[in-house]
């Protein structure tokens, strides 16, 4: 198994919905990243977890939380969003020793109304 | 801060025609990769290149690193509207920092 999948491939959501983001991949990465692109822009970071705890985090608002309950799965758990919020929201992993070879997810296309 | 300036932003081409896209940097890179983006997708790693010098090949694609490490290219021959995409570089500079990226080079290929 050579991907990493995300679920859902849409969402909608409104201002005062809960919702997360699920990524898996089952390469034994042991890093993972959670990055945030608009259109017409290249990938913003936002997370990075390595070994199941978060090192970097690029000053995000508290309201998108990350949790890596295993190596294998990310989480980004979404509350009070704000329509800018509204973007492709990406999933990477990389093995380590790697020069930084990230393998990117198919992403989350999120619309918050 | 590093920066990495991709050129050209934008390239409208002839299926046949060759291009080529240029990612440069002030700062020295001990790796770098290029990634292909087609909407609503996510990146696809093409290459990464690691030594000074460094030329690799993938089909019609040859992807070079400068001698000092501080910039590379994308050459394309004889393009095919199945190349068109969001060419994105990124480099590293060291271990496991973030990766940076170019703001991209959104081609497009007409048949």
């Known amino acids: 198994d050579t991907e990493v999948t995300q679920t859902p491939k849409h969402l909608v959501m409104g201002m005062t919905n809960k919702k997360s983001l699920k990524c898996e991949q089952h390469m034994g990465h042991r890093a993972m990243y959670w990055y945030k692109q608009k259109a017409k822009k290249p990938p913003e970071l936002m997370f990075v977890y390595s070994y199941e705890k978060l090192s970097i985090n690029e000053s995000v608002p508290s309201r998108f939380s990350p949790e890596c309950p295993n190596s294998s799965l990310l989480n980004l758990h979404l509350h009070a969003l704000q329509p800018e919020d509204s973007a492709l929201y990406l999933c990477?992993?990389?093995?380590?020793?790697?020069?930084?070879?990230?393998?990117f997810g198919p992403g989350t296309r999120l619309t918050v109304l | 801060t590093q920066l990495l300036e991709q050129s050209p932003q934008f390239l409208s081409i002839q299926e046949g025609e060759n291009l080529t896209v240029y990612c440069n940097s002030s700062?020295?890179?001990?790796?770098l990769q290029w990634y292909r983006q087609e909407p609503g997708e996510g990146p696809v790693l093409l290459v990464t290149?690691?030594?000074?010098?460094e030329v690799k090949k993938l089909k019609r694609l040859t992807f070079q690193f400068g001698d000092a490490r501080k910039d590379s290219s994308l050459h394309i021959t004889a393009a095919q509207p199945g190349d068109t995409g969001l060419y994105l570089c990124?480099?590293?500079?060291?271990?496991?920092?973030?990766?940076?990226f170019g703001k991209g080079t959104r081609l497009s290929v007409i048949a």
């Open positions: 290149v690691v030594t000074g010098g």
């Open positions: 990124a480099g590293v500079n060291s271990g496991n920092t973030p990766l940076v």
């Open positions: 700062s020295v890179f001990s790796s």
């Open positions: 990477a992993s990389k093995a380590g020793g790697s020069p930084n070879e990230q393998f």
